[in-house]
């Protein structure tokens, strides 16, 4: 079985700091693994994915991940914080369903970025 | 394209009662999930979908059912609301491929939040 662990509930910088949200990963299988990010009432949004290839994913708002497989981890980095970046991000682990060829997402429970002036 | 859509946005609901939450998709994505969001707890997978009349469970379905009768549409009903199904559910999507679904992006609803009294 697959599963996600985020260290820190809650995460505060300033802004202009580094932003770094940790992820440890789980997987009985390769895994392909993804970080989501959540603004206040709203759904869950991409923002990068690691499937194969490079290990140093780059994704939307100048957030970047990097895959390290001998430490199990996918943690979450973007150099300069910017007040727009407050919000919920989640990692999650491509769980796949053998029977049916799906997969679906097994996600950590998610850290709450803070971002002050 | 109007993405993945939810109704109704808020529901409060007494002990009992049922109701049905209802979730589209306009991208002609094979695949469909329910989840629901809880304070710490992360994203929890109900039950999901990977074809019209193809369903099965994730891993907390007690309580709901679902159908998949066109591909559009994966309504999730509770058939007798307890306070324990107070939460926000989420409904995605995403498209099939037979050589990789774990790669493939799940498209998130707006969400409906829940409230059984």
């Known amino acids: 079985a697959q599963s996600v662990t985020q260290l820190g509930s809650h995460v505060s910088v300033s802004e202009g700091a580094l932003v770094l949200l940790r992820c440890n990963y789980s997987?009985?299988?390769?895994?392909?693994l993804f970080w989501y990010v959540q603004y206040p009432n709203q759904g869950l949004q991409l923002l990068l994915k690691?499937?194969?290839?490079?290990?140093l994913v780059k994704g939307i708002n100048g957030f970047e991940a990097e895959f390290k497989k001998s430490e199990t981890s996918f943690h979450l980095t973007k150099p300069s914080a910017h007040m727009s970046d407050a919000a919920e991000y989640f990692c999650?682990?491509?769980?796949?369903?053998?029977?049916?060829?799906?997969?679906?997402?097994?996600f950590g429970k998610g850290t709450m970025l803070l971002v002050s002036p | 394209n109007a993405g993945v859509t939810q109704t109704p946005k808020f529901q409060v609901l007494k002990t009992g009662q049922s109701m049905t939450l209802q979730c589209a998709q306009d991208?002609?994505?094979?695949?469909m999930s329910w989840y629901r969001q809880d304070p710490g707890m992360g994203l929890r997978l109900i039950h999901y979908?990977?074809?019209?009349?193809?369903?099965d469970q994730g891993e907390v379905p007690n309580g709901y059912n679902v159908s998949r009768s066109t591909t559009e549409d994966f309504p999730l009903r509770l058939l007798s609301a307890a306070p324990s199904q107070t939460s926000v559910y989420f409904c995605?999507?995403?498209?099939?491929?037979?050589?990789?679904?774990?790669?493939?992006?799940?498209?998130f609803g707006p969400g409906t939040r829940l409230t059984v009294l």
């Open positions: 995605a999507s995403s498209r099939g491929s037979p050589r990789d679904a774990r790669a493939n992006e799940q498209f």
């Open positions: 997987s009985s299988v390769p895994p392909y």
């Open positions: 690691y499937t194969t290839g490079a290990t």
């Open positions: 999650a682990v491509s769980d796949p369903r053998l029977n049916s060829g799906y997969s679906t997402l097994t």
């Open positions: 991208m002609n994505h094979e695949y």
């Open positions: 979908s990977v074809g019209a009349g193809i369903t």
